[in-house]
């Protein structure tokens, strides 16, 4: 579980309204037939007007309502959600968390997430089950391994452990890998042991909680239909629900980034793409870390209730839709039988897809608009949830007061105008591919 935060994030406390959990209300709540629980968070009636309204009550949403709170003093905030929340991203994603990145920008910016990860549960009071239990990325050519080095040694430079295993040390955690497949024999991996898996439904839960017992208001099943302006400023938004007045709009729609920037005809250089995850039947605990193949996209760990969770590819075609297709699971199946041949005899028990925001050079957008009160916070491809601590906290610092964080300077919407791409996987400007 977390240590404690190493990260001094400033430090404004308020009494929270929502009820403390710890192993004594727990205790506590047992003899008294558990009728002592409350709710987690509030479900208000929209106030006319707010200072700061972000759209989107997923991951990054909600922790950027949560430090706004928290950190910047700013409470007279609405997190407005089409759905419930959790129903996005935030609560279908593969639940990874690490910060092995090679490049400048990204690298000290998930170290960033990874320290806040560290100290999230006691910071928010809710167990969002953190659990570092290392992600192997395996080698399969000289080549690969290379490489690997390089990002290891990017990584040490800036502070954050990594470990190049050779074959025997990848055998001895994970005995059951094909290490003499014929095509894709495994020569080793780079583990980063601080990484691994959060219960990604109770970040979203931790957050709002947070959010809510500050001041913010979080507003489910209120989807933003419309963006009103007036003299070129964002005056406020249409919704399900009427309309709601604001001071400063914050979009964090994730997967519809694009449709919600189009309502103030804002191009973006994002793609929404689909990507599926998939759970199979609970088996006796066998896969202790997060471990990636190295020769195709395959990555599965297992859950504590046994079921193996795992991904791959995005299914390669635009879509809004929150389901994939039939070929991109043969597609993934395939992946992980080449990596584990036992996998070929367990069960999936569910797949779901998600929408993902692909931008363009694979790297977020945490930035202010070219509308002076508009913020956006999009673009954050496969790799969103391991962010969510980091971008809630440098989106919140940049609506505050107005200036990027330091940290995630980097991610600014005209670095594709300036030629400034932070291109980590290093496939060009194809989205699908990042
Ligand atoms: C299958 C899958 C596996 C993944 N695996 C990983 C992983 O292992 N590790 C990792 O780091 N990342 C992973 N990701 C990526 C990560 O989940 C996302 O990048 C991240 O969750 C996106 O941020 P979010 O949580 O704010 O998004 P979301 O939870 O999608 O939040 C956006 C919210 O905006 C709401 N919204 C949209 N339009 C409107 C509107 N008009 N009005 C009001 N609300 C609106 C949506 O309903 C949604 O709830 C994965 C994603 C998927 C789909």
């Given at each position: 579980m977390s240590k404690c935060n190493p990260v001094m994030i400033g430090a404004v406390h308020r009494d929270s309204i929502a009820m403390r959990y710890s192993a004594f209300s727990v205790f506590l709540n047992a003899l008294r037939g558990n009728k002592g629980w409350t709710p987690a968070w509030r479900s208000p009636v929209p106030k006319n007007h707010y200072d700061v309204i972000i759209v989107g009550g997923g991951g990054h949403g909600l922790a950027t309502a949560y430090y706004l709170a928290k950190e910047f003093g700013v409470t007279n905030v609405a997190v407005l959600e089409k759905g419930y929340v959790g129903s996005g991203n935030v609560g279908r994603n593969t639940t990874i968390i690490r910060s092995n990145y090679l490049l400048q920008g990204n690298n000290p910016f998930y170290e960033l997430s990874m320290k806040l990860w560290e100290g999230l549960e006691q910071d928010f009071n809710f167990n969002a089950m953190v659990s570092q239990r290392g992600v192997l990325n395996l080698y399969h050519s000289d080549a690969q391994r290379d490489a690997y080095t390089r990002r290891g040694n990017a990584m040490r430079l800036h502070g954050v452990d990594a470990d190049l295993l050779d074959r025997n040390a990848v055998r001895q955690l994970l005995p059951f890998l094909d290490f003499d497949n014929a095509r894709f024999p495994i020569q080793g991996a780079l583990m980063q042991r601080r990484g691994g898996t959060v219960r990604h439904d109770a970040v979203a839960w931790g957050y709002a909680r947070g959010a809510d017992s500050r001041g913010v208001d979080i507003i489910q099943n209120c989807e933003v239909t419309g963006i009103r302006r007036e003299n070129g400023r964002v005056v406020g938004v249409e919704t399900s629900q009427g309309f709601i007045g604001c001071g400063k709009l914050a979009l964090a729609?994730?997967?519809n980034s694009t449709t919600v920037a189009d309502m103030v005809d804002l191009k973006l250089p994002i793609e929404s793409h689909v990507l599926q995850a998939f759970v199979s039947e609970g088996l006796k605990p066998f896969i202790d870390n997060v471990v990636t193949f190295g020769a195709g996209h395959f990555y599965v760990s297992q859950s504590d209730k046994g079921g193996l969770v795992f991904g791959g590819d995005i299914d390669g075609y635009n879509s809004y839709a929150q389901r994939g297709n039939l070929a991109t699971v043969e597609h993934v199946a395939e992946a992980g039988v080449a990596m584990i041949p036992a996998l070929s005899r367990v069960r999936v028990l569910r797949a779901w897809g998600g929408v993902m925001d692909m931008s363009m050079d694979g790297s977020p957008i945490i930035d202010r608009t070219a509308i002076d009160n508009l913020y956006l916070n999009a673009g954050?491809?496969?790799?969103?949830f391991k962010a969510t601590p980091a971008s809630g906290f440098c989106y919140a610092h940049l609506i505050a007061k107005n200036e990027p964080h330091e940290t995630g300077r980097?991610?600014?919407?005209?670095r594709f105008a300036r030629g400034r791409m932070i291109d980590e996987k290093g496939v060009g400007s194809q989205p699908n591919l990042h």
């Open positions: 729609a994730a997967g954050w491809c496969y790799g969103g980097a991610f600014r919407l005209d």
